[in-house]
């Protein structure tokens, strides 16, 4: 194992030292602000996403969380993401800790708990942003990746924007090329891989402000698919009758690993 970390370090060092991609510190950027280059790659990515009346894609989410002995540990969670608008979603999650699943059909919203087969149903907004505010401040349920598929996502994530750079482009990230950008408003500084081609989100990375411990949280994109048919039936959840239900509201207090709230999405 020691070994393996001095590797992992040396290893860290040297790409710190031959990094290609051109460093652009906040010294040189600071006289930029909102840099035109940025501005454009996100209208472009968020228009993308925003005329799709149809999407699916899975995301995995990769959050810190504090330890006992001081260095942060890793959760993850992977969601398989269906959405038609105006207002249908779908979304089924797996992760290290319990399965879920969230059914928006433009009338009501469930959250499904398979393992203890538990059901709770809501009345819901007629639009899908409206109904992601409702989940959160009701249950507490929100997803990461909601700036993708809110109705501007634009809007959604340049609210408060005060920094927007270009960074450089990557051949690794999403297995094609990407262009990188990094933007910050006073609550957080995120960097966002969107793809050079098809301008769809690859990997989004951020840090929180009012984090002391600057933990990291991180979500890729994967699997994109837009404007394809999707069943009628894929938004309703089948099994109500059968499984037991419980209110619809934020669950008790729990020392089982979950996303910090910190990073809820400026439209809830």
């Known amino acids: 194992m020691s070994g393996l970390l001095i590797s992992l370090g040396a290893r860290?060092?040297?790409?710190?030292?031959?990094?290609?991609?051109?460093?652009?510190?906040?010294?040189?950027?600071?006289?930029?602000?909102?840099?035109?280059?940025?501005i454009a790659l996100l209208k472009a990515m968020s228009s993308r996403l925003a005329v799709a009346r149809t999407m699916t894609f899975t995301s995995v989410t990769t959050y810190e969380s504090p330890s006992r002995i001081g260095p942060p540990l890793v959760y993850t969670t992977l969601s398989e993401v269906t959405l038609q608008r105006p207002d249908n979603l779908r979304v089924i999650v797996l992760g290290d800790g319990s399965a879920s699943e969230f059914y928006y059909d433009g009338k009501t919203m469930m959250a499904y708990t398979p393992s203890e087969n538990l059901v709770a149903v809501a009345d819901a907004p007629p639009t899908l942003d409206a109904a992601l505010k409702a989940a959160y401040d009701l249950a507490a349920i929100y997803f990461p990746f909601t700036d993708a598929i809110v109705a501007d996502p634009y809007q959604d994530i340049a609210d408060g924007l005060k920094q927007a750079f270009y960074i450089g482009q990557s051949r690794v990230v999403g297995g094609t090329t990407t262009d990188m950008i990094a933007i910050a408003t006073d609550k957080v500084f995120a960097q966002i891989w969107i793809g050079a081609e098809d301008k769809l989100p690859r990997m989004i990375r951020a840090v929180y402000r009012d984090d002391p411990a600057r933990l990291r949280h991180q979500v890729t994109f994967d699997n994109w698919k837009l404007n394809i048919p999707i069943a009628s039936d894929t938004f309703t959840f089948s099994n109500t009758s059968r499984a037991r239900q419980i209110p619809f509201a934020r669950p008790e207090p729990t020392t089982s690993p979950s996303p910090p709230t910190s990073n809820k999405p400026s439209t809830r």
């Open 12 to 38: 860290a060092e040297n790409v710190q030292q031959t990094s290609p991609i051109d460093r652009r510190d906040t010294t040189e950027e600071s006289h930029l602000a909102l840099e035109p280059k940025a």
